[in-house]
């Protein structure tokens, strides 16, 4: 009996898919196109991890029910809503088992054992579902459904209910001791009225006119947890563990193979939940085995989307509660590790990884570091040590190779394909792949020192070998290799010896790509032309780190690490222009760069893909909510398909990228951007747009307005801004990193309006404004009668103060003068001894060198006036640095002050007395000649050298050496203090404690070079 149902389901499916079937194919992609999900777990701020019912509200926010309690999601932030003891507005249950958007904002809420509440957005609490007389709809609600009207149908532990909103009060649709009224796990309004329910005894109806629900008659189905009407009038049937069921339009039930209880892709899983996409693609969600996509348009499809634990971007877990698509098409699975998100219509951009849900069809590493599409269309990927795997679309296999010896632990970066098919491999030296039987040999091709080879290219007969030391050509008809180095200063050899990309456009001078810039070579003359950056020069290379090679409109695009090189010819030369990140560009560090088929070239970078028109005039780029994963890309690693797909290789694996799909304009659904929480002096505003408020009223203190739109693709990438009109002059951007909150504290009074703007990126970038009108209230003081009076009251103070003012005015005068005087003669005394402070040694007493140096001016010129000359003492005390290093410096401090004072008592009053520094002190004798400066000097050294000089209780005998200097008018003061300098040292050389007269030795000694 199943095969005969099986059978007319075949025909009834196949009749349809024909004419789908001739207007397309297949996608070559279908076994390796997975879908990657966003999931929201407790770490995102979900008040329990495992999620038990989710939809969209009215006003596009996500509702998400879990076993701790609901949350509410704009995008951007989760608002929790839990069970509070002694609040009757809360929650009666944390854990929430069913969920449905009422019109205006409202939700109603099934709990598992509080029964059912209505959650009013006006007031922001959870109002209890009034009972008709009699009725007990139950504790325990496990499904809610739509009415057709503002209601909802109600599922519970005691049968089934409407609820009716206009009235706030729930009626009984079942008969007391009816098979429904023991409990119904589902229910399902269809648009004519009808209803169906299910239930621990199999699928129940009730039709417009009838009076009660009556059992359907049904193959043995069991328990029933899920009702869909889907596509061409098809009743969908879940039961709790034998599969999936439909009823045909003619109200036969059939059960296709693979959603029979026992088929892989179900395992006698409960079937929780069904959703409808909009173009007829069923989702049902499982208990325990991910969730299924059933396509009907092509036959019958399923396909199951599970969790995978090596792959973060798969389904969150495997238990799924309940399924929803929200308005803009993407789809929201409840499980038991989170809510998970997809756009399951994104079909332009993809990645193939190690972790694919069929492991047949898993890469063996995860980070792509070769790339080649061969003849035949087949995928050639290198891959970490010395592997290899090749994807067939056509055969829908995968086969994988690891290289053996040497090669084994070397990155796979080279391909090339020879005529004979035969495809050659880059590793440790060269390796030949027989692409049938996946054979390998080395190929004899004598390269030094095993090296790496990193790129691979024919031109003509030529073997192009790329190496980090050099470029070879191998002609394997003569058996020649050249080998190509860089040598310094000669501009016809290769930029650098790292050859990262070698390319051939077929006129036998293929382009090479270093770390040092671009070349161009010439097999026939064996040189090479250099393009470099010149900073000087505006038309080089922006950048010498160089990639990838492409030829575009009639131009030569280079990928950089400064940007997209884009080169023209003209005058036969090469200019280039530079398109970076200030043309719009994802990333000035360019990993790779491709040309499709309509000559827009797309780059891969750091942190993006960019896609250039290929005149180099416009930038889009592509973002997160277009599809792209957060991995990155490496250097040249990019290929495309024989049907125009663009693929890159990365850390994350094999990235596919449709670019007509991907620039093609996608229906977005109905986005709204509104605010979701508004808050005043920490209190929460009652406040929902969608439930016919359309102002905003505050006091203006403490006010944060929350806002979001809600595009729940990429949430994080949106770009938010707020203007206040009537208050703020320019719109106020927020950091993409923090929740967009429009915050103001003290508001005056008035009517304003807060205008909303959320910028969205991507390949097809849009702006949604929204302008809501604010009123602020006006406090006492800012009514106009209020502000007459202040002003009169402020005028009399004002006068008041004045007069006041002129009074202490006056006095303040008077004692501000008394207090100058007196102020004018400390300043007057203060600079007094400051004076003495800038002229006199502070431990001495004596004049400072500033002083002595002054005094000797004053004494040349006296001396040019008067034709008498001075003289000048230098004297030092004998080993000081021993009485400093055995009395220590305080001693030494004492001793200077001790012979400072007995010099500077012997001497004349006309005489000055200096420290010149350290131990060493100078003589200025004024009027003086030689004879008398060195008998007073003479005489000062005796009674120093008599004299014993006490310092706490030990006795110091000190002497000194000293060099008197005559000195005229004519010669310069700084020449004086050498000459007498030089006589004191000569005196130190003749053994200390003594004079010596500067002599002619001292003059000759001046014009000695210093150091000598």
Known sequence: ?????????????????????????????????????????????????????????????????????????????????????????????????????????????????????????????????????????????????????????????????????????????????????????????????????????????????????????????????????????????????????????????????????????????????????????????????????????????????????????????????????????????????????????????????????????????????????????????????????????????????????????????????????????????????????????????????????????????????????????????????????????????????????????????????????????????????????????????PQNYTGSIVRSAGALWVGTYGGVARGTASAHQLHFRAITEAEGLANDNVAAVLADRRGQVWTTGASGISVIDPQGRGVRVVSQRDGLPFDAYNQRVAAMTHDGDLLFGGTGGLLVLRPDRMLAARPTGSLTLAPTDIEQDGRTLPFSLFAGQRVIRVDGHALRVAFALTDYAAPQEIHYRYRLAGFDTDWVGLPDSVPATAIYTNLPGGDYVLELQAHIPGVHPRVVTTAIDMVVARAWHERWYVRLAMALVALAAVFGIVHLRTMVLRRRTRALERTIEQRTGELRAANVTLSQLASTDPLTGLANRRTLLARLEAARATAQRSGRGYALAMLDIDHFKRINDSYGHHTGDQVIQAVAARIADGVRAVDCVARY???????????????????????????????????????????????????????????VLHRADLAMYRAKRAGRNRIELADDRDVAGMDVPVGA
């Open 1 to 541: 009996m199943r095969q005969f149902f099986l059978c007319l389901l075949l025909l009834a499916v196949l009749s349809v898919a024909r004419p789908a079937m001739a207007a397309g194919r297949p996608d070559a992609w279908d076994g390796w196109r997975t879908t990657r999900f966003l999931t929201l777990d407790a770490t995102s701020g979900l008040p329990h991890a495992t999620t038990t019912a989710i939809v969209q509200g009215s006003d596009a926010l996500m509702w998400i029910g879990t076993r701790g309690g609901l949350a509410r999601y704009d995008g951007q932030r989760l608002k929790v809503f839990r069970q509070l003891s002694r609040d009757h507005t809360s929650l009666p249950d944390n854990y929430i088992r069913a969920l449905h958007a009422l019109p205006q904002g409202g939700m109603l809420v099934g709990t598992n054992v509080g029964g059912a509440v209505r959650f009013d957005p006006v007031s922001n609490a959870f109002v209890a579902l009034q009972g008709a007389a009699g009725v007990g709809m139950g504790t325990r609600i496990l499904a809610i459904a739509s009415d057709g009207q503002d209601g909802a149908l109600i599922a519970s532990d005691h049968g089934v209910f409407r609820y009716d909103a206009r009235r706030n009060r729930v009626v009984s649709l079942v008969a007391p001791g009816s098979d429904l009224a023991e409990g119904a796990f589902t229910v399902h309004r269809d648009p004519d009225g009808t209803i169906y329910a299910g239930g621990d005894k199999g699928l129940f109806v009730r039709r417009p006119h009838d009076r009660a629900f009556s059992r359907v008659a049904t193959p043995p189905i069991g328990d029933v947890w899920a009702i869909l009407r889907g596509g061409q009038g098809r009743l969908w049937i879940g039961t709790g563990s034998h599969g999936i069921f439909v009823q045909l339009r003619d109200g036969r039930f059939v059960q296709p193979r693979a959603l029979a209880g026992d088929a892989p892709l179900v395992g006698h899983r409960t079937i929780r939940a069904f959703a409808l996409e909009g173009d007829g693609t069923i989702w049902a969600a499982t208990d325990g085995m991910g969730v299924l996509r059933i396509r009907t348009d092509l036959g019958l499809a399923v396909y199951a989307m599970r969790n995978i634990p090596a792959n973060h971007a798969s389904l969150g877990g495997d238990t799924v509660r309940d399924v929803t698509i929200d308005r803009t098409g993407r789809l929201w699975a409840a499980t038991d590790v989170g809510a998970s998100q997809t756009d399951p219509t994104l079909d332009a951009i993809f990645t193939v990884t190690n972790a694919m849900p069929d492991p047949r069809r898993s890469l063996s590493d995860r980070n792509v570091r070769g790339l080649m599409v061969d003849s035949r269309d087949r995928i050639w990927l290198g891959l970490s040590n010395g592997m290899i795997d090749r994807i067939d679309r056509a055969a829908g296999t995968m086969r994988h190779l690891r290289l053996n010896g040497r090669h084994a632990g070397q990155d796979v970066k080279a391909f090339v394909e020879m005529p004979d098919g035969t495809v050659l491999v880059g590793a440790r030296g060269i390796v030949a792949i027989d692409p049938v039987t996946f054979a390998e040999r080395n190929v004899a091709v004598p390269l030094p020192d095993d090296l790496p080879v990193i790129a691979l290219a024919r031109s003509g007969d030529l073997l192009l070998i790329g190496t980090y030391k050099g470029l070879f050509t191998w002609e394997a008809r003569t058996r020649r290799l050249r080998h190509y180095r860089h040598a310094d200063g000669d501009a016809t050899t290769i930029a650098n010896n790292e050859v990262i990309n070698i390319v051939d456009f077929g006129d036998g001078r293929p382009w090479i790509a270093t770390p040092g810039g671009l070349s161009r070579f010439d097999p026939a003359t064996g040189r090479f032309a250099v393009y470099r950056n010149d900073p000087a020069d505006p038309t080089s290379l």
């Open 917 to 975: 520094g350290g131990e060493e002190l100078a003589i200025l004798f004024a009027d003086s000649g030689a004879a008398d400066a060195g008998a007073i000097t003479e005489r000062l050294r005796q009674a120093v050298a008599r004299a014993v000089i006490e310092v706490d209780g030990t006795e110091i005998g000190v002497t000194l050496s000293a060099g008197v200097a005559a000195a005229t008018g004519d010669e310069p003061p700084v020449d």
